[in-house]
């Protein structure tokens, strides 16, 4: 009888416990089930581990007063950070704030499920704020015309922050650059990591991709161009400033949120204990390189009068 009721207590705290976590829906697209593959977690440099998965990034940095997360991929990538977290030894509850690039579904779905998981305060520029809150982009994304809409489990309690904004938890630092132009409120986050004496600079650096949907104008859509009904500002020299603004940061060790764009993985494969791949004093320079070329492509192709995205718009893909 005791036993029984003891087993039907427990029973009943499990179900208790699965309905409060229930996972937030998760999202269908071409790219997702292999961007969500698991990836055992691993270490960066110092304090900084790479807890995501395969083709969407998630960072730890870790302290001894909390540690503090960087995006949450799509909600089924929620679970997966977690365990990561876990897997290396880290309490879920000890992360105190988790911090978002920008605010599309594929790095911002599952910050949802990972606040209610740790109770962290999420941070963001004030227009993925917005984003985050509402579940929705706003017509000044250039994705907003992505066919079908995908939106972000929605973020009740957001803090923002703006340029040049440090998020602390003990002695951990991290400072917000604005970098707008793949969204409008893209964030490039820096901090310090340290190996005994030698500390390094860190960058998770937000997507710089020019990707667009629909009509969609980086020089601007003026109320009678296109389908007429999204009036949107000429984005074009902001975002070669946030290219460059990236091109300039103090850099050691690059991570993009989408791993692939920074050879994440490969680095991780070819590190060894005298050397770490994740070190490149170029990694910068490299990656806005990459990204001005593919802005001034776009740039071109908007002034010939050549209707970006009209040709096909492969909506799923949101690097
Ligand atoms: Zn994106």
């Known amino acids: 009888m005791k036993i029984l009721a003891i087993a039907f207590l427990l029973m009943a ?34 304090n900084t581990w790479y807890v995501g998965v395969k083709g969407l990034s998630a960072v730890l940095v870790t302290g001894p007063k909390g540690h503090i997360l960087l995006d949450g991929g799509m909600p089924q990538s929620a679970p997966l950070i977690a365990a990561n ?14 911090l978002n690039s920008h605010a599309h579904w594929d790095h911002a779905g599952g910050i949802h499920a ?66 707008p132009g793949h969204t409008p409120g893209g964030t490039t986050w820096t901090w310090v990591s340290c190996e005994g004496s030698r500390c390094l600079n860190v960058v998770y650096a937000d997507s710089l991709n020019p990707y ?32 460059a603004r990236v091109a300039a940061l103090k850099c050691d060790i690059i991570i993009s949120v989408h791993p692939n764009m920074t050879d994440v993985m490969e680095k991780a494969a070819k590190r060894t204990a005298d050397s770490n791949p994740f070190i490149d004093a170029n990694g910068c320079r490299d990656y806005a390189k990459e990204a001005s070329d593919l802005l001034s492509k776009r740039l071109a192709m908007e002034r010939g009068e050549v209707i970006p995205g009209a040709a096909k718009d492969t909506a799923h893909h949101s690097h």
């Open 212 to 243: 667009a949907s629909g009509d969609f104008r980086y020089t601007g859509n003026s109320s009678d161009q296109g389908n007429g009904k999204n009036k949107t500002a000429d984005i074009s020299v902001s975002f070669a400033a946030s290219i």
């Open 85 to 98: 977290i876990r897997a290396l030894g880290f309490r879920v509850e000890d992360v105190k704030f988790i």
């Open 114 to 179: 990972l606040q209610r998981a740790t109770g962290a305060v999420v941070v963001a520029s004030a227009s993925a704020a917005k984003v985050l809150q509402s579940g929705t982009n706003g017509v000044d994304d250039p994705q907003y015309q992505a066919t079908p809409v995908i939106n972000i489990a929605r973020v009740d309690k957001v803090k923002v922050i703006g340029e040049g904004d440090v998020v602390t938890a003990g002695p951990l630092g991290l400072t917000a650059h604005m970098t």
């Open 13 to 46: 705290s499990i179900a208790g416990n699965v309905s409060a976590q229930t996972p937030d829906t998760p999202v269908n697209c071409d790219s997702c089930e292999e961007w969500n593959q698991p990836v055992k977690p691993f270490n960066i440099f110092g």
